[in-house]
């Protein structure tokens, strides 16, 4: 060794000395590590949020406790100065225990003051530092660390300790960080010593791992910096109201809590004591948190809070933790396509040091904590474009690991988001939150403070709009200023009020004469108005604007005014070009934006209410657009701006889902009460009005003043709904006071009331409402619904006028149960049934209404024979003797009950078992409870059972088939049947049915009774360590069954080691479990031995791979051979390994190959599907695609390669390489694919020709000669089958396809071997007569094959006389070939004779032209001929195929040739262009229609719409003269405008325009209308133009529409 020992104490001392990690954090960790058990560590990961694998890592780990404190550490859950994060998940967990004595350690071994506010610095070293240690003692084996122990000089018992430690690595790694060894910034020492000790690769991988987390801690580092720095411009200057210039606020200046709401999990909102628990609230399973609120709350303020805290590292904020914070407003990223540009462009300065691949790897780090923050998502401008990065990330499909925090109005919810979801809700200010704002930033005066907060609460309607903190704030600094207040009565009059004191603010600055030029800029802002009405109802809200822009649009003056006074705010943003690089492409542009969206919404309601009565078009058009919840304020203001339109406006609302609501804000917005508000008036309560718990208290005052109205105009209100919102009734007032603290006064014109609330009401309640209805004089009914009424009311408490006036008290909408006044009683109204059922489906109002139909029942003494409990039980409540339902009610003991059935699902425990019977208890004349779909705890002590149902004998079943009871005597279960020798729990089981079976093994446990076998088929789920069962998958848990012999398991696909590891541990808990057996499934080759529980081992367990015939040595975790014999039908049936075969199951059938190599058990074949990548001579295997290695196997004989494509000549000798590893095998064959048709004989290896091995294709049946490297024919009936199938060369073919294609043909010629037809598919280049063979475009050459009987030669276009003889130079070279056959292409009219080979003719060869045979060419003549008559209308259609086309063509050119006269030629949609010279006309297929003299009618229609140009014109009719035809007509198309025209003297043209533009005839030069001669003027013709263009684009437009649709 280089150092002497003494050289490493001095190393370890001066570590020592500069050591990051004080000793006492050390010793806390250790005692830590001794109080974490498996079931608080998996509970404290999932708190945390760490991802699934490391959570499966964390539980199979050897020290799990070790462990968890690593990486709590590297996450920072755990820190010397702060263990906060750890404390607070304990508490959360219920571990209160745990947390107080980990509180104690704290204070004996940390540096932490529990009374004093704690602020750590923000570690990134550590938390980098902390994965690198993990990294590290994944790197230690056990003999490194015992002599790098020795190299430290460790004193002997600490070794000891480190040797007998569960995970001696992660000790290690622990010791050294103590001593010195490794640092956050140095580990020197460490890797010193692992190079003297000769470990240069454990040096290297370590020095590699540690250079990573210098790496990540400086560039996270460096972009951190850069975010707080942009994040500090962002939060250091709010502006609490927009003319407020002179002092700009930091958030934590301004920011108060608003009252907030979280949704739980049953969709019920609860209150949220603080911002900081809006992550903890869903306990790590909540990723993404929506934070919604209505216009004005707040979100954005909250959002710049959060940032605030990050920036400053808040020691008492959860949002200080994130290593790191990226904060997007949503407004700016319209057409931004990821959140790198988003970052770059927003986040990061110009000069960043941070490339765009540093953000793109730390973002994608999972071991980095990201906070995303969006705000504003309700002004997004790509809000409805489905595939943004936005979208992406909310709907979890990438960024997973991020957490999110996203702002939006409540009417703007991304419709789509991921399944861990939470959600928040705003609820706004109230009276102690607005004092707390008016102190903290308007004024700490105590008497300017009570001025500002009563004349506030003098005006209730105020007071409630000052709920939205926005709204509050505004008032807050405006009546600071102001004296006295202007009465507001509505939001319209409280938000022009504000404006009007924006502008005198700015009008108090300037002289007179400023003063009257910007008033006049006040009163008129109409394009400011337009320019929001617009930008709010485009397809895309965009409310940023250009500067200059704007300037342009309004004028330097109105804008100044408007930025000055803060209405309008600029913001310098950075402009990229994209694709450049950042220095050189940054430009500084000025967006322009309103202050909030609020005002964009004011000025955009004035522009409504100026034109909705007078633009109806305008308004209908912006009802379609925008939706009345997303931009309420513009509704609402517009009713307040112009009443005429209010009616408008609220009709429109009322159709709207849960419109009522909105109507009544916008009809409160008018302050006067004109005919036109009655009218409304009376259409709003014609319907049900209603007050609901969650409506605001501004909502909820305007409803109030709406009743008193109606009921002041003697209008009829036909129901009043009271939704969850009443308090108590105040008889002092005669009013009912509601939750919000609104008093409702008796509304005399109410016709009926409806009251809605949760749970069992009591007598009071029930008569507080009475007495309301009795201030209501008309009102003559009152229904309750979703709660229940007590039986009975003694009669003397109840109003007599109520009785008198003959009020319906009605119970729940399905009117079951009726309330008799004069009895004072509950009465039923219909039958129960004989088994009534209470589901966890059912309403709250139906499950209302059955328990006061039961009451009534119990009261009269009916009986009911049962009553089912399915799945809604919460708890037994013994202070009311009563079963609390989940929906909140509660069900009293209902003594005419005779049986009870409770369906439920999982494991109950004893406590809920005894719950169920303390309410058989109050049931009195319940004799019988059956349980279904549970497992009921194997006993209880019966000191716990009441004895009272002893005495009563009730029976405790257990269904469906009752094949276990309850003892209540013994306290135990019992079965009544006797258990089958093997016992089976499966898939196709009912719930019920798996829960009687678990309850009938837990009481042959419990008994001792042995149990042949269990097998568990496709049913496991996974195994729960904390109760120590195997959780199936119908939820129900199985605990050890200590007397089951054997448990097989049958399970379908692949089976993963923590899920056989899972079994094992099962396995472990059924203590006499001697054997387990695998089947069905695909099980790990090897499971490392250090998971195996060395319990199993003690015991002997066996475990069986039924499969394969394997046995498990656990010791190993390899699996043996213990049944030959399956091993031997396996490998006789053949094996295969194929490219879709999971990883897993590859490497079972690798490992199945071992075994027979080992058992000398011959394989018969081994099939390699599309699997092989290429063969690996350094360890002599074959590489599998999947990345696995297939060795020589010498059990083999014969060896099948299937693959598609091309095979190259290297691959091919791969193969041949893996045949020579496998000594027995002497035959190979390939299928599927395409090979090399020769082998170089020097690449073979000898080896295979000595063993003699035989190299089969099978696609073709040829053998191949190793020693030539050539193909020989092995079978003649396949190169028959090929051969008389036809064959074909492609231009589209490969070359190797070619070629092989071509050696086929040579092995047919040799073997005299007849093909039926040769095709040629355009890939003939030309022929080469000095080889006598067709050269190919490829390059490839084919000589004359004699054993071709018909050649099909198939090209495009027009093929010239060249090209037709040498493709009968080629056929002249085939001497058995009879025909040739020409598709696709058109032929020349004629050949001299004397270029014609005359051998041709002698052979009597014919030559066809095209489908159908419709034209030869005669050899003989060498001329085309036609074979058939032509039609007298000869059609060519654009859907017609070329060859049809070129068939048609040839046989028009030969009746030309002929002088054949020709009737007509029709021409449907297929003429692309024409000749300017007039000598052919080409068709879309690429073919010509040359001239022909014998035709005597032309037809051509065109494609519908087309115009035909000037050019084409002007060719058409060039041909016509060419013709010499007669006639020529021309449809659905428009012609151009040409005047007399010297080619037209002898032909009629016939123009038809289509549709009801008529049709017109071409005469003496002009065109005439057909049906009166009149002559098309120009002036017509334009008219006719527009008229066409019209049609045919509408045409268009409905194809394309149509098009859409499908």
């Known amino acids: 060794m280089a150092d002497s020992p003494s050289t490493y104490e001095a190393i370890g001392s001066e570590g020592q000395q500069r050591k990051s990690t004080p000793p006492a954090f050390w010793r806390f960790k250790i005692a830590l590590s001794t109080i974490l058990t498996i079931k608080v560590i998996l509970e404290l990961a999932v708190t945390f949020g760490y991802p699934n694998a490391l959570v499966d890592e964390l539980q199979g780990a050897s020290d799990s406790a070790l462990l968890m404190v690593m990486v709590m550490e590297g996450r920072g859950q755990i820190h010397p100065t702060d263990i906060s994060p750890l404390l607070g998940a304990l508490e959360d967990t219920g571990h209160h225990g745990i947390a107080t004595e980990v509180r104690a350690w704290s204070l004996e071994y940390l540096d932490i003051n529990p009374g004093k506010e704690q602020k750590p610095k923000k570690s990134l070293e550590l938390s980098s530092f902390g994965r690198f240690k993990i990294a590290l003692s994944t790197a230690l084996r056990e003999q490194t660390i015992q002599n790098l122990g020795a190299l430290f000089e460790y004193p002997r018992a600490l070794m000891d300790e480190i040797r007998n430690a569960k995970n001696s690595a992660l000790l290690m790694t622990m010791h050294m960080e103590e001593r010195g060894q490794i640092q956050p910034a140095d580990i020197s020492p460490l890797l010193t010593a692992l190079k003297d000790l000769r470990l240069h690769g454990v040096a290297s991988d370590v020095e590699d791992q540690f ?655 049962c009553l089912t409990l399915g799945g809604c039980i919460e708890e037994f409540d013994v202070t009311t003797s009563s079963m609390v339902l989940t929906s909140g009610l509660s069900l009293p003991g209902v003594s005419s009950v005779m049986k009870l059935n409770v369906t439920e699902s999982g494991n109950m425990s004893e406590d809920q078992c005894l719950q169920v019977l303390a309410f058989v208890k109050e049931c009195r004349d319940m004799n019988e409870v059956s349980f279904s779909g549970c497992v009921l705890p194997v006993s209880i002590p019966t000191e716990r059972i009441d004895q009272s149902l002893i005495t009563r004998n009730v029976k405790v079943s257990c269904r469906p088939n009752n094949n276990v009871l309850f003892n209540l005597r013994s306290g135990k279960l019992e079965s009544t049947t006797k258990l089958p020798d093997d016992v089976y729990i499966e898939s196709g089981h009912t719930v019920a049915e798996r829960a009687s079976t678990i309850m009938q093994l837990m009481v042959a446990s419990a008994d001792k009774i042995p149990v042949t076998c269990l097998t568990l088929d496709q049913c496991i789920d996974k195994f729960d360590v904390t109760t120590s069962s195997m959780v199936l998958t119908s939820g129900l848990s199985l605990p050890g069954v200590s007397s089951v012999m054997k448990l097989k398991v049958t399970e379908s696909g692949n089976m993963s080691e923590d899920k056989y590891l899972q079994v094992l541990a099962f396995v472990k808990e059924c203590r006499d479990t001697n054997e387990v057996s695998f089947d069905g499934c695909i099980l790990p080759t090897t499971i490392p031995a250090r998971r195996i529980d060395t319990t199993l081992i003690r015991r002997n367990v066996k475990v069986s791979y039924t499969r394969y015939g394997y046995k498990m040595k656990l010791e190993l975790g390899q699996w043996e051979v213990d049944d030959v014999d399956v091993i031997r039908k396996l490998c006789s049936d053949g094996l295969t390994v194929s490219r879709d075969h999971s990883v897993l199951l590859q490497q079972s059938t690798i490992l199945l190959l071992e075994k027979s190599t080992q058992q000398n058990l011959p394989v018969t074949c081994l099939m390699l599907d599309r699997c092989i ?144 037809c040769l095709t040629l598919d355009q890939c003939i280049d030309k022929f080469d007569v000095t080889t006598s063979s067709m050269v190919f475009t490829s390059g490839l050459s084919l000589p004359g094959v004699s054993s071709v009987m018909k050649l099909k030669v198939t090209e495009s276009g027009i093929m010239s006389e060249d090209q037709c003889l040498q493709v009968l130079a080629f056929v002249k070279e085939c001497e058995d070939m009879n025909e040739v056959f020409f598709d696709g292409c058109v032929l020349p009219f004629s050949i001299p004779t004397e270029r014609i080979d005359h051998s041709l003719i002698t052979k009597n060869v014919k030559v066809c032209c095209c489908s159908g045979n419709k034209a030869e060419s005669n050899l003989w003549s060498g001329k085309l001929e036609s074979q058939t008559d032509l039609p007298d209308d000869v059609c060519i259609r654009s859907s017609d195929t070329v060859a049809e086309q070129a068939s048609t063509i040839m046989q028009l050119m030969v009746a030309s040739a002929d002088k054949i006269p020709i009737s007509r030629v029709s021409l449907y949609g297929s003429l692309s262009s024409v000749d300017s010279d007039g000598l052919s006309l080409v068709l879309h297929s690429g073919l010509c229609l040359p001239r022909l003299s014998s035709l005597q009618k032309l037809w051509i229609q065109t494609e519908g719409g087309r115009e035909v140009t000037v050019d084409e014109w002007t060719g058409i009719l060039n041909y016509a003269k060419q013709c010499q035809l007669r006639r020529l007509w021309m449809k659905s198309c428009l012609l151009p405008w040409l005047d007399n025209n010297p080619n037209l003297a002898n032909t009629i043209v016939d123009w038809a325009t289509g549709g009801i533009y008529g049709a017109y005839i071409l005469q003496s030069g002009r065109w005439q209308r057909q049906k009166d001669d009149k002559v098309l003027t120009r002036e017509a013709y334009a008219s006719l133009v527009i008229g066409f263009r019209g049609r045919y684009s509408h045409t268009k437009w409905q194809k394309q529409r149509r098009a859409n649709r499908e």
């Not at 707040?298 to 809070?305: D, F, H, I, R, V």
């Not at 920036?311 to 949002?319: A, L, Y």
């Not at 102001?482 to 009565?489: K, W």
């Not at 005002?599 to 004035?606: K, L, R």
Request: hydrophobic residues 35%; negative net charge; charged residues 25%.
């Open 1173 to 1316: 990548d290429k063969f690996d001579v350094t360890n002599s295997s074959l590489v599998l695609t999947s990345g696995l290695s297939l060795p020589g196997v010498s059990s083999v004989m014969k060896l099948n390669v299937t693959e598609s494509g091309n095979m190259s000549e290297d691959k091919c000798l791969d193969v041949l390489a893996f045949v020579k590893e496998s000594k027995d095998m002497n035959e190979v064959s390939f299928d599927g694919c395409i090979l090399p048709t020769t082998i170089p004989a020097r690449r073979i290896d000898t080896t295979l020709i000595r063993r003699n091995v035989k190299v089969s294709y099978t696609r073709y049946g040829y053998k191949m000669k190793l020693e030539l490297g050539q193909w020989e024919v092995d079978d003649v009936d396949v190169i028959q089958k090929l051969c008389s199938d036809g064959l074909t060369v492609s231009r589209d073919h490969s070359v190797l396809l070619q070629q092989s294609t071509i050696l086929l043909l040579e092995k047919s010629t040799q073997q005299n071997i007849p093909v039926t």
């Open 211 to 865: 250079n990573e987390h210098l790496r990540i801690t400086g560039k996270m580092a460096a972009f951190i910096e850069e975010l707080k720095e942009t994040c500090h411009t962002l939060y250091d200057k709010i502006q609490p109201i927009p003319y407020i210039k002179e002092k700009l606020y930091s958030v934590d200046k301004v920011f108060i809590e608003v009252g907030m709401e979280h949704c739980d999990s049953r969709g019920s909102w609860k209150t949220l004591s603080s911002y900081r628990g809006i992550f903890s609230v869903a306990k790590g399973t909540s990723r993404i948190q929506v934070i919604e609120g209505e216009p004005g709350y707040g979100k954005s303020t909250l959002a710049l809070q959060l940032v605030y805290d990050w920036c400053n590292e808040v020691s008492d904020s959860p949002f200080c933790k994130p290593d790191i914070l990226i904060f997007l407003n949503l407004r700016q990223l319209g057409g931004i396509t990821s959140i790198i540009d988003a970052i770059e462009q927003f986040l990061l300065p110009r000069d960043s040091s941070v490339k765009r691949l540093d953000v793109e790897q730390l973002l994608s780090n999972r071991d980095i904590r990201i906070l995303v923050i969006f705000d504003a998502y309700d002004e997004y401008p790509d809000q409805h474009i489905e595939d943004t990065f936005v979208t992406q990330i909310l709907k979890e499909k990438m960024l997973r690991h991020v957490d999110v925090l996203l702002t939006t109005r409540s009417s703007c919810i991304p419709p789509a988001c991921g399944s861990r979801t939470g959600c928040i809700r705003l609820t706004g200010f109230d009276e102690g939150a607005r004092e707390q704002y008016v102190r903290k930033a308007v004024t700490g005066d105590d008497e300017e403070v009570q001025r500002i907060l009563e004349q506030l609460n003098t005006n209730p309607i105020l007071r409630d709009i000052c709920q939205a903190p926005l709204f509050s704030v505004m008032y807050a600094h405006v009546a600071h200023e102001e004296e006295e207040f202007h009465n507001i009565r509505s939001v319209t009059g409280f938000f022009e009020y504000m404006i009007d004191c924006f502008h005198s603010h700015a009008q108090n600055k300037v002289s007179d004469y400023k003063r009257e030029q910007l008033q006049m800029f006040a009163d008129n802002h109409h394009e400011l108005d337009k320019l929001a009405f617009d930008s709010l109802t485009g397809a895309n809200q965009q409310i940023l604007w250009d500067k200059e822009v704007l300037i342009k649009k309004f004028g330097a003056e109105f804008y100044g005014l408007y930025t000055d006074i803060g209405i309008l705010v600029e913001e310098e943003v950075i402009n990229r070009s994209r694709g450049a690089k950042r220095a050189q492409s940054i430009q500084y542009r000025t967006e322009v934006h309103f202050y909030h969206k609020l005002f964009c919404e004011w000025f955009a309601a004035c522009h409504l209410a100026e034109r909705v009565t007078s633009f109806q078009a305008l308004f209908r058009n912006f009802c379609k657009r925008v939706n009345p919840y997303d931009l309420q304020f513009v509704y609402r203001f517009a009713c307040g701006i112009n009443p005429a339109a209010a009616k408008r406006i609220i009709k429109l609302v009322q159709k709207k889902p849960d419109g009522d609501k909105f109507a009544v804000l916008c009809a409160l917005e008018q302050e006067e009460n004109t005919e036109d508000v009655l009218s409304t008036l009376r259409d709003l309560v014609s319907r049900n009005v209603y007050i609901r718990e969650n409506d605001t208290r501004l909502l909820q005052r305007t409803t109030v003043q709406l009743l008193e109205l109606a009921s002041q105009k003697e209008i009829p209100v036909t129901c009043l709904m009271l939704d969850q919102s009443i308090d108590k009734f105040d008889v002092t007032t005669s009013c009912m006071v509601l939750t919000s603290g609104l008093s409702l006064p008796g509304v005399s014109s109410v016709m009926k009331l409806d009251v809605t609330e949760s749970g069992n009401m009591s007598e009071d309640q029930c008569l507080q409402v009475l007495a309301f209805v009795k201030e209501c004089r008309d009102m003559i009914g009152v229904s309750f619904d979703g709660c229940v009424l007590p039986v009975s009311i003694p009669t003397e408490r109840i109003d007599h006028s109520l009785i008198t006036r003959d009020v319906k008290v009605s119970c729940c909408s399905d009117n079951k149960v009726e309330f008799n006044l004069r009895s004072g009683k509950l009465e039923n109204k219909t039958e129960l049934p004989d088994d009534v059922c209470f589901g966890s489906s059912d309403t709250v109002a139906e499950q209302a209404s059955t328990i006061m139909q039961l009451m009534v029942a119990s009261a009269d003494k009916i009986p009911v024979p």
